[in-house]
């Protein structure tokens, strides 16, 4: 079935350092979402990327998607601690009616 | 406020007892989803339902059961069947299939007695 790794696992940064994570599928996506959990809370949608090669931004956020379709980036300039949480991928093939979401990364901020 | 509530928030599970975690969504949203999220993992689908009194299992069905005979409304059902239930249970709604954005409960905590 649809495989969608993300790496690191775990990534502990110093405030103000910058932080990647990396999304790959084994198969060519439709489009691709980011969604960032706090600790003890729920997934929130945080963007959608469709095109190959698309890159968009949110202040600090810049979000990739690859020419090939099937791996994305999320970066994250000059952490703060706000930015604590686990941040997933989500594939959606255009095949199935639903999203596969990826393993996740957990990003801890310290000062 | 346009959302989705689910309850109870924690919930414990004796043996061989079946129990139903509820799901309600005012955003109009078509398809509704279950997922099972364990510690430091991330989410794996259980069912997803697309239109009313119409359903699919997902990656992780067995031990599981849901119904859809209302848009606002996925029950879902964790029988004895599942012998390990342990988890956090979270439930989310799109207006669309899988392209759409999902919205997420705050999730319901399972744990066996």
């Known amino acids: 079935g649809q495989q969608v790794m993300q790496i690191p696992q775990y990534q502990h940064v110093q405030e103000g350092e910058d932080f990647t994570t990396y999304c790959n599928s084994s198969?060519?996506?439709?489009?691709i979402q980011w969604y960032k959990q706090r600790p003890g809370g729920h997934p929130v949608f945080l963007i959608q990327?469709?095109?190959?090669?698309e890159v968009k931004k949110q202040k600090r956020l810049t979000f990739q998607f690859g020419e090939a379709k099937k791996n994305s980036s999320l970066h994250i300039t000059a952490t703060q601690t706000t930015d604590v949480g686990t941040y997933f991928c989500?594939?959606?093939?255009?095949?199935?009616?639903?999203?596969?979401f990826g393993t996740g990364t957990r990003l801890q901020v310290t000062l | 406020d346009g959302g989705i509530t689910q309850s109870p928030k924690y919930l414990f599970r004796k043996e061989g007892q079946n129990v139903t975690l509820s799901c309600e969504q005012n955003?109009?949203?078509?398809?509704m989803y279950w997922y099972r999220q364990d510690p430091g993992q991330g989410l794996r689908l259980i069912y997803y339902?697309?239109?009313?009194?119409?359903?699919q299992k997902g990656d992780i069905a067995e031990g599981y059961s849901v119904s859809r005979e209302k848009k606002e409304s996925f029950p879902l059902t964790v029988t004895s069947a599942q012998k390990n239930p342990t988890a956090f249970y979270l439930c989310?709604?799109?207006?669309?299939?899988?392209?759409?954005?999902?919205?997420f409960g705050d999730g319901t905590r399972l744990s066996i007695l």
């Open positions: 990327l469709v095109k190959s090669g």
């Open positions: 339902s697309q239109i009313v009194n119409d359903f």
């Open positions: 989500a594939a959606d093939t255009g095949t199935a009616s639903k999203l596969t």
């Open positions: 955003l109009n949203h078509d398809a």
């Open positions: 989310a709604s799109s207006m669309g299939s899988g392209n759409q954005p999902q919205h």
């Open positions: 198969t060519t996506l439709s489009n």
